[in-house]
């Protein structure tokens, strides 16, 4: 009996370690892969900054697509009525306060003719 008892003391600790291991909050303290970061938005790819930048205005969806090298899940009406395409930027990934992945942002938004009109920027919600 007291052998059973003895064995069932670090197993009990184990179980502990095990659980608290899976907490949320052990999941919040480190930053999110790239991985987790594309995950969270739909399997869009995450792009460079400089890449971003380079991307001129006129373009079309399909040149974007090209010159980007990568689709988006994700696209939008922004306030001017304008149809953006959403790409997380690499090197920005970060938590919000739920604990999930976000990234900064960069909306390459296209006008009535189809054609690249704007980009804007947004830093990650974290």
Do not use: H
């Amino acid at each position: 009996m007291q052998l059973a008892r003895k064995a069932a003391i670090p197993a009990a600790v184990l179980l502990a370690f095990v659980v608290a291991g899976c907490s949320s909050e052990a999941r919040t303290e480190r930053l999110p892969t790239e991985a987790e970061t594309r995950e969270a938005y739909f399997d869009t790819p995450l792009i460079y900054s400089s890449a971003a930048r380079q991307v001129r205005r006129g373009i079309t969806r399909e040149e974007l697509t090209k010159e980007l090298t990568a689709s988006t899940a994700i696209e939008i009406l922004d306030r001017s009525g304008l149809r953006c395409r959403v790409y997380p930027l690499n090197g920005t990934e970060a938590r919000d306060s739920y604990g999930s992945p976000v990234a900064a942002e960069v909306w390459f938004c296209f006008g009535p003719d189809a054609r690249l009109a704007r980009k804007r920027w947004f830093s990650a919600n974290a």
